[in-house]
């Protein structure tokens, strides 16, 4: 068939759509079924004239399904805003008739299980997914168009494809954003299309639509599972185990058109070479698909395979051939461009072009590909089936809530865990049932496994499209033995160690919690709404505490003297407004909830450490959180905050742009919490007030480039390194021209995993481990400071970890500060020069956040 791209000239809505009608004029020229709706039927206008919202794709191919016998639907869940995912699934009636078998032969193949009692059936599966980004929208439409050709077209090649394939089509990946820069693009259309760059069309409004409802890049997100777009697609891919994937996006407008394979030298280590010849051979039928439309295009630079978190790289440590495809943006209907005016006509014809050549690249290389993911499996299935119980003995720093974290992810992942029915000890580690699992290495899913917790700081190119490591156990703050050898007697299938709803002795004068467990937190915040009582340590202490089948009606006198961290949190069985059993009542309902383990203590008196009486013990005050928003801070970082105080603490948190910051009441707000950005919007008269806020008693919790703005407004005195300053640091002498791109990313932190040195005193360092794993991904650190009593952490003498951080930062950061709290007359400055967040997966830093709410203001 022939395609065609769109002219670059353009001066009305009814041009556009006459180009935007050409793919299925190009149609027209074929044998189609004619009964079957078209698009612009069903929109009632050509394709591409106005952005499509989600609803009308799903509308569209729910009729097509109901129209044709080669087009069913599956879903992969819901969105945040409860928009459901769904595909087309597109193959011949004989397949769609036989799809159960295929989905049981599909899902089970990793594990060597393949046959079934019906058919043997195993027919090449090809997903092929679009918009991911929601302002990348030209994916998503020629998803349309091409789902009706499928329908539609009789011609020899797409009936033999579709004997032979099943084609899933996937036109929105995310489904909030897509409709957040659709409704956007399509109010600023005008009735004469706007080309100029400066147009509002072209320039979205904070956050724009790139990101899901929490202002996550989804596409970031396939290994972390921090969302539920992303939980779906994940299930969705195990559950059809793909040959080959196609992921669809669009690129800055001054580019032109990609496809992979990307940089050689930029290959992550643990992808098979016989991947990257599939990714080769299949280039071959991508070129020749935009070379007939005389499409100009690029492969081999910018982008790369290291980071398995995206779509295209997730299949290829998953078994299957992952392909990024690139497409200028018109971001809206037309934009100006050094390459002459890009079109959203223009960019459907492109992604159309190459959904149709990977099509045929895959069916002409099917018996490679179907070869290339038996070849990857089968030495897993041969280690699976030796059983060898060889392995990683994990424990979560943060007990059951993080364990359970970590579980839920590895399942989601087909990896799986055995549970620990008793207490292990393991260089000098007691790993029990409720914080602690086995992790197999004998198991289908050995590749993947071996990426979630690779450790590497060596590479052979240092350049990263993305973060250079995201090692699961400095992520999560584990404890780890790497070729534990367990015997098979302390293990189970099922889990031992959770926690169940306690009796608490009647002669209990407190409840107390360790404030190492990560859930602490949320169940805190829940007492403090119900107006309970709770106050936390400023020291260490010890309680002795009867121990075994207590029961409130027997108790028994064996005691064990049991250790509480700085932090711990005290419930008082004394408080005027519950009694007590209300109040034993409330905290175990919580404690079964969150899975915390909880204390009760008969007596004030301490084994070691102050009374429970204690001025040491502080009242916790209830918290009232304000984000500041808007175009001048970090989308990704300021969603990440509002994810971590809404969905794990549990809290209701204003959000404000800072162009009205000046005309609010902040002392209404306990804390004001100022995500990475420049703050280039910010008045001169709401810097003043954000001062005088502070100096009143509000506390700001700020990180990166905050803390710059805060320095120069004489808010922060502590003066932070910017990476104008740091790179300085590297030599450039005798360098040549062409060096240039190796010197940037030498000075660029992609993402590298360094380690801080706690001063466990500090209140903000109250409940984590010591030393603390952090992600550092913007070159930014604190000069040193003389000022007593404000360093809650310095980066470690010997910081890296795992990733790529040039020899220059590891010399300048060692030593120097990384968490500062200064005080400002009664209020207080939480100065982070790193995201203690990253991606909502670091949960073994979160409780910062957490410390600064509840624990800093008290002070």
Known sequence: MTFFICMPFMASASDISAANTRI??????????????????????????????????????????????????????????????????????KNQKNLADIIEYRSNIKYGTMQTNRTNQNPLVVWLAYSIHGDEASGAHAALALSHYL??????????LLDDTVILLTPTQNPDGFDRFSNWANNNKGQVIVTDNNHREHNQDWPGGRFNHYLADLNRDWLFLRHPASQGRVAFFHKWQPHYVGDFHEMWHQQSYFFQPGVPDRVNPLTKPANQALSNELAAFHR?????????????????????????????INGAVGILFEQASSRGQAQDSPNGVVTLAESIDNQFATSIS????????????????????????????????????????????????????????????????????DDDINFTPQDSVFIPDS???????????????????????????????SALSLSLIKKAKPSAKYLSDKPNGKITKATYPKDSVALVIDWQQAAAAPLLQQLLQQGVIVKYAQKPFSLNVNIGNRTAEKPQTSKQAIKFVAGSLQIPLKQQNFTAIELAEIVATLAQQHQVDVVASASSHAATGMDLGSDDFIKVKPVTPLIITGADTNASETGQMWHYLDKTLGIATTMVNTERLVSLDLSAYSHIFMADGPYHLISDATSRKLGQYVTEGGTIVAQKRALVWLNKRNILNSEPKTSRELNNLFITSGMDY?????????????????????????????????????MKNREISFNLTSTPFIVAAKYENDLLISGYLANEYQRAFANTPAMIVETKGKGKIVALADNLLFRNIWLGSEKVYANALYFVPSQ
């Open 151 to 160: 329908a539609a077209a009789n011609t020899p090649w797409v009936k033999e």
């Open 443 to 473: 198991q289908p899913q050995h590749d993947l496994l071996e990426a979630l917790f690779d450790k590497r700081t060596e590479f052979k190119d240092e350049t990263f499209y993305d973060i250079s490591t995201w090692n699961f156990e």
């Open 288 to 316: 020749q698909a935009l070379d007939e439309v005389k499409q100009v295009y690029f492969s081999g630079q910018m982008f790369d395979d290291f980071f398995y978190g995206k779509g295209s790289t997730y299949p290829d």
């Open 738 to 774: 062409g060096d240039q791109s190796k010197l940037k990313a030498r000075q660029s932190i992609g993402g590298a995993i360094v380690a801080l040195k706690l001063d466990a005193t500090h209140p903000v360092a109250f409940g984590l481990p010591n030393p603390l794993p952090v």
């Open 358 to 425: 990977s099509l045929k690249g895959a069916h002409a290389l099917r018996k490679k590909l179907m070869k290339y993911q038996t070849d990857f499996f089968s030495s897993n299935i041969k280690r699976y089936r030796e059983g060898k119980q060889s392995g990683r003995l994990v424990k979560a720093h943060g007990g059951a809530t993080h364990i359970n974290e970590l579980v839920s992810i590895l399942a989601q992942h087909k990896i799986s865990v055995k549970y620990l029915n008793t207490v292990i000890e």
């Open 24 to 93: 299925e004029q190009a149609l027209l020229t074929e044998d189609i079924n004619t009964h079957l709706t078209q698009p612009a039927e069903y929109l009632g206008y050509p394709l591409g004239e106005w952005h499509l919202r989600h609803d009308q794709i799903n509308h569209y191919l729910q009729l097509l399904a109901s129209e044709s016998d080669r087009v069913s639907l599956d879903s992969a869940g819901y969105s945040e805003e409860r928009r459901e995912q769904i595909t087309a699934v597109i193959t011949s009636e």
